[in-house]
């Protein structure tokens, strides 16, 4: 059975060809987010797919902050922003890592939490697993549990989830 979360995602969900590079579809999530209730059933699938699991929220930049606010609204817990680098002051750890079509560097702000805190990490798409891995290193690094993954979209041909090791993810549609 669809979850209305899955139903919102397949019929609002754009694509776009050869985007940022040929050979590279663009999952575009904009739309679904546009639409209210599209966002508040993504929301809900995503707490109640880890409830009681996590006492904070990573949101990765950019997208991810979407979720990350609305699920930490919800939930009642923190929310951590993993930005891109150089865009944090303070004391930060750095995590390197290659995307579909190129590399970056991912940052987080040391001491937020209490160490030992469950973090669930969420992004909008996991594709290659790239971005999730990384931040999902910078989590543990930071003192944290890795307490699961949640995206919108899994593009599985992209293998991403192999990259997560025994990580749980929820993803609220594969394609």
């Not at 209305?4 to 060809?17: C, D, I, N, T």
């Not at 209730?37 to 997208?63: C, K, M, N, Y």
């Not at 390197?96 to 805190?117: H, I, K, N």
């Amino acid at each position: 059975m669809t979850s209305p979360a899955a139903a919102h995602v397949r019929s609002l969900l754009a694509s776009y060809p050869d985007f940022p590079q040929p050979g590279i579809m663009f999952r575009d999530l904009n739309p679904v987010f546009a639409n209210a209730a599209a966002f508040r059933s993504i929301v809900d699938e995503l707490v109640d797919g880890h409830h009681g699991q996590f006492d904070a929220v990573a949101g990765i930049e950019a997208r991810g902050f979407l979720l990350a606010a609305a699920v930490g609204y919800a939930a009642d817990v923190a929310v951590l922003a993993v930005r891109k680098g150089g865009k944090l002051p303070g004391t930060v750890l750095t995590e390197e890592y290659d995307l579909e079509y190129g590399s970056a560097r991912l940052e987080l702000e040391v001491g937020q939490l209490p160490a030992g805190s469950r973090v669930l990490v969420l992004d909008d798409v996991l594709a290659t697993g790239g971005t999730v891995a990384a931040t999902s290193r910078l989590i543990e690094r930071a003192g944290y549990v890795l307490a699961g993954v949640g995206v919108v979209v899994e593009l599985t041909d992209l293998a991403g989830r192999s990259r997560l090791g025994d990580a749980s993810v929820h993803a609220v549609v594969s394609i």
